[in-house]
């Protein structure tokens, strides 16, 4: 179940096999990449995001901290009226929502949205206040909406003749081509 809550507004969606299995496969992309490059990350899966004087909060179907994970490497219990939102939120769209869960985040300042509506991956980057298309990730500049897009093709290929594979070899043909990435 997941909510979202604005001024007075409460939605509540109940999401669905392929909504999970995708949220699960952009996580795990999202791990294998941190573990790839290096990187620290802090997985908070859909922890609520909400700021009660702002009177807005959703639930995301995942999130992390990258960039700022030092800072809440030992905070149980993050209070996001006092630290940074997290870094990168994932959203899997395939049925819309009658709220819009991305003001709230704007809201939140939540810096990087991956939303995937599942055909295609989008990045969008805050800036100003909205929300941006961008081509590559803030929290991985390496990765490109495309690419991701790819990669998520492999597990559940539509409208081709080609084979889905498991999830496991998509990540693990993940990692390898990261590591062909970032030896060029």
């Known amino acids: 179940m997941r909510l979202t809550y604005d001024r007075g507004t409460l939605e509540i969606r109940m999401p669905l096999d392929p909504h999970e299995t995708y949220k699960k496969l952009i996580g795990r992309l999202i791990e294998a ?20 004087d702002l009177q807005k909060g959703l639930e995301p179907d995942q999130c992390y901290y990258i960039q700022n994970e030092a800072l809440v490497r030992d905070i149980e219990q993050i209070d996001l009226s006092q630290f940074p939102p997290p870094d990168l939120v994932v959203e899997v769209d395939i049925t819309s929502s009658s709220l819009d869960r991305f003001a709230i985040y704007a ?3 939540i810096p990087e949205i991956w939303q995937f509506d599942g055909q295609r991956l ?12 961008s081509g590559s990730s803030l929290a991985f500049p390496l990765l490109k909406a495309t690419d991701i897009t790819a990669f ?15 999830e496991n070899k998509v990540i693990k ?12």
């Open 173 to 184: 043909q993940f990692r390898q081509w990261l590591r062909n990435q970032s030896a060029s």
């Open 152 to 166: 998520l093709a492999l597990r559940f290929p539509k409208q081709t003749a080609q084979t889905a594979i498991s």
């Open 122 to 133: 989008t990045i969008y980057h805050l800036v100003e206040g909205e929300y941006r298309v």
């Open 33 to 52: 990449a941190t573990e790839e490059l290096d990187l620290e990350i802090r997985s908070l899966g859909s922890r609520p995001c909400d700021r009660e």
């Open 107 to 109: 809201d939140l300042r």
